[in-house]
């Protein structure tokens, strides 16, 4: 799509290229917010800071945190298939980057995604002149895929993602939504459902192979924090609440407060999915009587320590291993959900809430497998767990099914989404 046909994407493009000084004021302000990183702001503008590998570059895009843990497989495999080609790996959140850093192998390197403003884009294109490119879920901007429609980039939308809400918005703009993804050479939607949604705006076939997330890596557990933190604990019960928003830590705190009437010596895990939340929630845990000490202050588990707040990055794979028990969080509130294969990876019995459409095939199949459970309200929560704190073979046995069911399930998807892959590598002259 060279030239914009859609009413609304000629205005958005006009729009953004008139308004390149309100582009950088919002950096400025997204700087000042602790939301971008200020060594590297230069690249949110399409400025690079390293140079392009040597011969054949794949991009892949996937916005935050979720999305980029899930590329780091596909780069392993794609990597032994293709053994001279080179990845980038773009992300747009400060976390994310983090983690890049930490992760992705010698063959990758990772770059800020710029901005949707077509100075910002062309200038990151003419640097990186990528070969092919796969976006990862949801990334829809029209800039971005404009540009890459213009140079003829052979381009995938994979485990693709739409929620009701958004495939709601589109239903006004479907040819602005056909246009944009037009681009794509293949679009395979995470489940039936996306592939439904993506089918309907595009109006050409969707196929779907399973959840990319089911492939990830385990998250890293690193043994002197396990000694540390297992040492603090001194054999007590723990359970953890994994990647909670606001308003779930109330209902979480509740459970808990009914679990210690009848287990008063269990530790609480809390691991909120924002931790710069971190003073809020420790607020929120004085206020309802809880003795709580926090990860990012340093401070160690007590024996009057009831709540540990775990408000660092990149170490939910710790507090997963310590916890044969999680509660998967955005599930009691309207978020969708979490990723449910981190903790089955690492060994948790796994208890979720009733909004989880984010995951919904995936929530469901290990419902049935016995590797999760489902949990209406905090009462529902305290019950389960109470019950699975003193059952210890309930409690393994779900566990080791987790972890059984999410290492078939990403042998399968990832197989499959290589092999689907091949026709865009070898569009962009990728060949095996």
């Given at each position: ?7 609304s ?8 290229k008139?308004?390149?000084?309100v582009?950088?004021?919002a950096?400025?302000r997204r ?6 990183d200020?060594?590297?702001?230069s ?5 690079a ?16 945190v979720?999305?980029?843990?899930s ?22 959140t ?8 930490d ?13 949707d403003q077509?100075?910002?884009v ?15 879920e ?19 939308l ?11 918005s ?11 993804l037009?681009v ?28 990319l997330?089911?492939?990830a ?16 604990l ?5 359970w953890?609440a ?6 779930e830590?109330?209902q979480?705190l ?6 210690l ?14 931790p710069?939340?971190?003073d809020?929630i ?17 401070e ?29 969080g955005g ?25 989880v ?14 590797s ?9 929560l305290?019950a389960?767990?109470t019950r699975l ?26 197989e ?8 865009v ?5 990728i060949?095996?």
């Amino acid at each position: 799509m060279p030239t914009p046909k859609a009413w609304s994407l000629r205005t958005y493009r006009a729009a953004t290229k008139l308004l390149r000084p309100v582009a950088n004021y919002a950096l400025e302000r997204r700087l000042r917010a602790g939301k971008e990183d200020p060594s590297r702001l230069s690249e949110r503008r399409g400025i690079a800071s390293l140079p392009r590998p040597e011969g054949k570059l794949l991009w892949m895009h996937g916005a935050s945190v979720g999305e980029s843990l899930s590329i780091l497989p596909l780069v392993d495999r794609l990597s032994e298939v293709h053994p001279e080609l080179r990845f980038l790996v773009t992300t747009g959140t400060v976390t994310s980057a983090a983690l890049m850093a930490d992760r992705l192998p010698p063959k990758a390197v990772h770059h800020y995604i710029p901005i949707d403003q077509p100075h910002f884009v062309r200038a990151f294109l003419d640097h990186w002149k990528p070969d092919a490119a796969f976006f990862v879920e949801s990334e829809l901007w029209p800039v971005m895929l404009g540009e890459v429609a213009k140079r003829k980039i052979p381009a995938a939308l994979i485990n693709g993602r739409m929620s009701p809400r958004t495939y709601e918005s589109w239903q006004g703009r479907k040819k602005a939504a056909r246009e944009l993804l037009s681009v794509f050479d293949i679009i395979i939607a995470q489940n039936a459902e996306n592939a439904e949604r993506f089918e309907g705006l595009s109006e050409r076939h969707v196929g779907t192979l399973g959840n990319l997330k089911l492939a990830a890596d385990k998250l890293p557990a690193p043994l002197e924090a396990l000694g540390q933190l297992e040492g603090w604990l001194d054999g007590r019960p723990r359970w953890l609440a994994a990647s909670t928003h606001e308003t779930e830590e109330i209902q979480v705190l509740s459970a808990h407060r009914q679990i210690l009437a009848e287990l008063p010596d269990t530790v609480l895990f809390l691991a909120p999915r924002h931790p710069a939340r971190g003073d809020e929630i420790v607020e929120i845990c004085h206020d309802h009587g809880f003795p709580v000490a926090r990860r990012s202050d340093g401070e160690g588990i007590g024996p009057d320590t009831q709540v540990y707040l775990a408000d660092t990055l990149g170490e939910l794979g710790t507090f997963y291993s310590l916890s044969d028990i999680a509660f998967v969080g955005g599930s009691f509130p309207a978020i969708g959900g979490h990723n449910p294969l981190e903790p089955a990876r690492l060994g948790c019995a796994i208890l979720h809430g009733p909004e989880v459409f984010n995951f919904a095939d995936t929530y469901e199949d290990m419902r049935r497998s016995g590797s999760a459970a489902l949990v209406r309200n905090e009462r529902d929560l305290a019950a389960s767990l109470t019950r699975l704190l003193t059952d210890e073979m309930t409690r393994k046995t779900m566990a080791d099914q987790a972890a059984t069911w999410a290492e078939a399930s990403a042998r399968t998807v990832l197989e499959a989404l290589v092999e689907a892959l091949e026709p865009v590598l070898e569009k962009g002259g990728i060949a095996a």
